[in-house]
């Protein structure tokens, strides 16, 4: 099977409500947004009556504006007839950017035995395979499949790959037709670093959910090992992995062992304490004995332990942790020198002062004001205060805080997650929620544009890759 590097995530065949699918061109954009934002291409059935399709091609170009952290194409599905031709317009023709060209239902097609229907089909798609107009060959031999249940010969399947690739025209691999003689190519030319001849396509006409079912069907697990399987962000973790399409053999580790993550994975490890001497020694062995590809880290404590081993670490197991910079970590791990890269960068900040400097930032700010350590979490150490007494008895009791100015109330509160790899964003989320105990237990989405954007710069300036 082919590696997930070697995939390409995409999903260049799918119905709207324009012709056959449920689903309208809107949603399915939506959930690709939500999701896995995978490049698409929106391919409803057309013949030569089809008149709707100015439409569906204007409101595809009007969704490109929307969603540009993806590729939407406009595209077309049509059946090739038994003369060599395309059942559709030039028009359609000339409006696409991918043409998908497909045996479908032919003449006398259910009185035919396998073999006929078989030589009939394999005529069809050489046929189609020598169009000058088509892009992708859609579905192989699934007339075959659907009728027969019939494993399309090696050789037939190797011919029109052959042909695909000698014309200049994508073989498509759509996982519900795609006996093991289909497969079995895909594997392998994959695994040759042959991708570009190919297209990946979920034929979805039901629900959103298909997108990219074609796609994350055929690459092997990937084997990643989640720290702190019993924190919130571990367990998280782990429940993403649960939910999402790309398969993965999860491995879970934490100090504790009866932390529920332990418990929810393929296999589980005891690990010493991140100050431990031992930690990184223990966490390179897991690596090396279960072949794991991805680290994901489940601790705010493990990141500038792990950024700081990441190069020798990766060298010495060939496991890629995700964690961004060590400088990137001391600034967002620190509020004062998150401030200060702020302000350094020409971005909004709060307004904020260390405790040798109380005094001015009270006469400049006035009460209430906020103290909280520099490096925290969950709250601890946070406290609105509203008179000079118990200001200085916050100062007397730490000396690690830093003074902020007071935003807002407490039922006013927003927090932002933010995806990024190598400095790229790829989404902004915005929630406004309310906290128990120093934590989140109840947030709800509230797109906010001007926000979004903001963390997005701030992201970029950060040089943000992976969690810090």
């Known amino acids: ?15 709207s409500t324009y ?4 689903r309208s061109i809107g949603e399915l954009l939506e959930y690709n947004h939500l999701h896995d934002q995978l490049d698409l291409t929106i391919s409803d059935h057309v013949n030569k009556a089809t008149d709707w399709f100015p439409r569906c091609a204007e409101e595809i170009r009007k969704y490109r504006a929307q969603y540009p952290h993806f590729a939407i194409r406009i595209g077309c599905e049509v059946k090739i007839l038994e003369d060599g031709s395309l059942n559709t317009t030039k028009e359609i023709i000339d409006a696409c950017d991918v043409v998908i060209g497909s045996v479908h239902h032919f003449t006398n097609i259910k009185s035919l035995s396998k073999e006929e229907l078989l030589e009939r089909e394999y005529a069809l798609t050489k046929m189609i395979t020598a169009h000058p107009d088509v892009d992708i060959l859609g579905h192989p031999f699934s007339m075959c499949d659907r009728f027969y249940k019939i494993d399309p010969p090696q050789e037939y399947v190797e011919e029109i790959y052959r042909l695909c690739v000698e014309n200049g025209m994508q073989f498509e691999f759509n996982h519900q037709h795609a006996r093991s003689s289909i497969r079995d190519l895909v594997d392998r030319e994959m695994q040759k670093g042959n991708s570009r001849y190919f297209s990946f396509g979920s034929d979805l006409h039901e629900a959103a959910e298909e997108l990219g ?13 989640v720290t702190g399987a019993g924190a919130g962000i571990g367990q998280s973790i782990l429940k993403a992995l649960h939910h999402s399409k790309i398969k993965t053999r999860v491995i879970a580790a934490d100090m504790n062992p009866l932390a529920a993550g332990m418990y929810r994975c393929d296999a589980a490890y005891i690990i010493p304490p991140v100050q431990d001497p031992g930690y990184i020694k223990k966490l390179q062995q897991i690596c090396s004995a279960e072949h794991v590809e991805l680290l994901l880290i489940g601790t705010d404590v493990e990141l500038p332990v792990l950024a700081k081993h990441k190069e020798a670490f990766e060298k010495a197991t060939g496991t890629c942790i995700i964690v961004s910079s060590p400088q990137t970590i001391a600034i967002a791990d620190d509020k004062w020198k998150t401030v200060e890269f702020l302000r350094t960068n020409n971005l909004p900040f709060v307004r904020s002062a260390l405790a040798e400097d109380a005094d001015a930032f009270v006469r400049e700010t006035g009460f209430p004001l906020v103290v909280k350590p520099r490096i925290g979490a969950r709250s601890i150490g946070f406290q609105v205060i509203r008179d000079v007494p118990t200001l200085r008895a916050a100062l007397q009791e730490r000396s690690d805080l830093v003074l902020q100015e007071y935003l807002s109330e407490e039922d006013e509160e927003y927090t932002c997650g933010a995806l990024f790899w190598e400095s790229t964003c790829y989404g902004v989320i915005s929630m406004k929620r309310w906290l128990r105990n120093g934590d989140t237990y109840k947030a709800v989405a509230e797109h906010n544009p001007d926000l979004e954007h903001f963390i997005e710069k701030v992201g970029k300036a950060l040089r943000i890759s992976g969690p810090c």
């Open 19 to 22: 012709s056959d699918g449920k």
């Open 213 to 225: 079912d074609a796609a994350f069907s055929l690459p092997k697990p990937v084997t990643v090992l």
């Open 1 to 15: 099977m082919p590696t997930l590097r070697q995939t390409l995530f995409q999903d260049h065949h799918m119905h």
